[in-house]
């Protein structure tokens, strides 16, 4: 199960903030990109650094815009009770690094494509 699995720390940023407020939240942790929540701190979106680049800079909005006019909305989201194998197989397909794990629909943290295969590869785990 990805309970089983290290998470990186939920950063994110809630509906209704502005770019600005993201942009300042990436470059404070240090990653390329913040996961967008809802009142209920579930995940509903994110924004990369190349979201800022092409949906706000290059489109000349400006830095007042809100998150959810730029973020991407279709994310793949987990829950923390979900197979690691899948979670895995699932990033794999798309081609992304991680994705947001929830505990009950609430944003828990990050699983890591990296995690989630040493977790697969570990023979002591036993996998659900």
Do not use: W
Not at 89 to 118: Q, R, S, W, Y
Request: proline share 4%; glycine share 8%; hydrophobic share 40%.
């Amino acid at each position: 199960m990805i309970k089983q699995c290290r998470l990186v720390e939920p950063i994110h940023c809630k509906l209704g903030q502005t770019a600005q407020d993201a942009a300042k939240t990436i470059k404070e942790s240090g990653l390329r990109q913040i996961y967008v929540v809802d009142e209920t701190m579930k995940p509903v979106g994110i924004i990369s650094i190349s979201d800022i680049n092409g949906r706000l800079v290059a489109e000349g909005k400006g830095p007042e815009t809100k998150v959810e006019e730029i973020m991407t909305k279709d994310i793949l989201v987990f829950d923390d009770g979900g197979s690691v194998l899948k979670a895995y197989n699932e990033m794999k397909k798309l081609n992304i690094g991680n994705c947001p794990v929830t505990e009950h629909g609430k944003f828990i943290g990050i699983l890591t494509i990296n995690e989630a295969l040493d977790v697969i590869t570990n023979p002591t785990i036993e996998l659900n």
